[in-house]
Structures are given as C-alpha cells and as structure tokens.
C-alpha cells in the first residue's frame, strides 16, 4: 500500500508562483511513477505532468510554459512548481503514484491523494 499527502495549495494572486509538495509513504520501493492530475469543477482529472521512476519527465500539452515537475526520490515527494498563474489554473491538483503489482507490491497499481485546492484571484 502506498499512502500519498499533498500540500501547497491555496488563494494566490494572479501572476504568482506556487509550489505544490506530494509525499509518499508505505510501500515507496514499488512506485514506478509519480504524476500529477487536475481537475476543473465538474470535471474529469486530467493529466499535469508525470515523473516516471526509470523514464523522461512528460508534460501534457501547453503545460510545460508554466508547470514544473520534479521529484526527489530519496524523500519519495514529488513537486510541482506552477508560475505566472493564471485564474484558469484554479482547480483541486492530485497526486498520483503507479505501483509495481508484483508481490510484494500491491494489491493496487495506482493510489490517489487527497487532492489539494488551488484558487487564482484576478
């Protein structure tokens, strides 16, 4: 089992910087990637950028001008650092981690967080 925490979030104005932190616990040996989603009110979650234990950082498209994922493996956390927010970007962000199901990882291949609020003033 893998048990995920966010933090960072909050109301900021228009123009600042946030950083996003996710930190992992438990089972943090079978993670094979950590990923960051977000979701719009009424919404489905959709994919920020992903940061793949053996692998290349991913960004969606258009994210990459203003979002930043990195991830420090020997503090099994994982950041974003969003710039020039905009309100746009207001929505609750979720980390995610994907997990080896081989024994003895498991019983899950994925777990969420609980999600951290964002709000962008104009």
């Known amino acids: 089992q893998v048990q995920l925490v966010e933090s960072g979030g909050g109301l900021v104005q228009a123009g600042d910087s946030l950083r996003l932190s996710c930190v992992a616990s438990?089972?943090?040996?079978?993670?094979?990637?950590m990923v960051w989603y977000r979701q719009f009110p009424g919404d489905q979650r959709d994919l920020v950028a992903a940061a793949p234990r053996d692998g290349p950082i991913f960004y969606a498209a258009s994210m990459k001008e203003r979002f930043t994922i990195s991830r420090d493996t020997a503090k099994n956390s994982v950041y974003l650092h969003m710039s020039s927010l905009q309100p746009d970007a207001t929505a609750v962000y979720y980390c995610?981690?994907?997990?080896?199901?081989?024994?003895?990882?498991?019983?899950?291949?994925?777990?969420w967080g609980q999600g951290t609020q964002v709000t962008v003033s104009s």
């Open positions: 995610k981690a994907y997990a080896e199901l081989e024994p003895p990882c498991g019983p899950n291949s994925d777990y």
């Open positions: 438990g089972d943090t040996t079978c993670i094979t990637a």
